[in-house]
């Protein structure tokens, strides 16, 4: 039989109301027909990992993954929950959860799935993503300046254990291991996955709308981290123009995989 079930409750805060994506503001937001400031993706995420770390341990955190889509906005103060279902092993030792997040009314504000592999996945080549620089000024964004863009310019920062309550607090998780276990919850890491379109393309009011996520190992207590990327796809649906980009976290001199994320948004809202 499956394990029980992972269920949780959180009051949903708009940890980027007052960031450069005017989408997060709430009356920009309106305008373009949501009731507020969309609460991040980014922070979806989070409590969608939250939970993936609650049904299957720590282990996930040393060679898991993470996939989650973004199906309705949620909106400061929404009460939202979050669950975890496993799933029926196979008995090839894989493990595997559904998640789900629901707002106030019991809409689906967020699916995904998490998972051990029966084998730890490899991680990509380091030198398939070379290190370039931020470009500057960087370009309006257009589908044209996507396409050429090349290597993204890199980001870099560090994880200081110390500090990461003022993010926990933030997303308000309240899970117990990211503070005793002293690693970087894969919800900050993602963070950045925004932040490195933003920082090589001029944008308007933009939404994040999934992220795929394989977690090579934790960022430790002092680390630091560069995060290298590049465009992988750039297409229409429904009006919106989107981008793939194509991420990879590394740490260390003779870097090594922290996380591989593909990573999707709408960068022009139709309409907008």
Known sequence: MPAPRSTWTVEAHNTAAHSENKIHDDEVARQLGFRGGLVPGVTTFAWLARQALDSLGPAWLEGGTIEARFVQPVYEGDPVTVEARPEQQ????????????????????????????????????????????????????????????????????????????????????????????????????????????????????????????????????GERFELRGRVADVYERKGHELVDLDLLYVTGDEPEPVAHVRHTAIYRIRGG
């Not at 309006?140 to 890199?154: C, T």
Request: hydrophobic share 40%.
């Open 90 to 221: 196979d008995g090839g030792g894989a493990q595997a959860v559904t998640l789900e997040a629901r707002g106030p009314g019991g809409e689906v504000a967020a699916t995904g799935r998490a998972t051990i592999p029966a084998e730890r996945p490899v991680p990509p080549d380091p030198a398939g993503y070379p290190a370039a620089p931020l470009p500057d000024p960087a370009p309006p964004v257009s589908a044209e300046a996507l396409r050429v863009a090349g290597p993204l310019g890199v980001l870099d920062a560090g994880f200081r254990a110390d500090r990461a309550a003022e993010y926990l607090d933030a997303v308000r998780d309240d899970h117990p291991h990211w503070r005793e276990a002293g690693v970087a919850h894969p919800g900050w890491l993602l963070q950045f996955a925004n932040w490195i379109l933003a920082a090589n393309v001029r944008l308007g009011p933009w939404i994040h709308t999934g992220s795929v996520v394989t977690l090579h190992r934790p960022l430790r207590d």
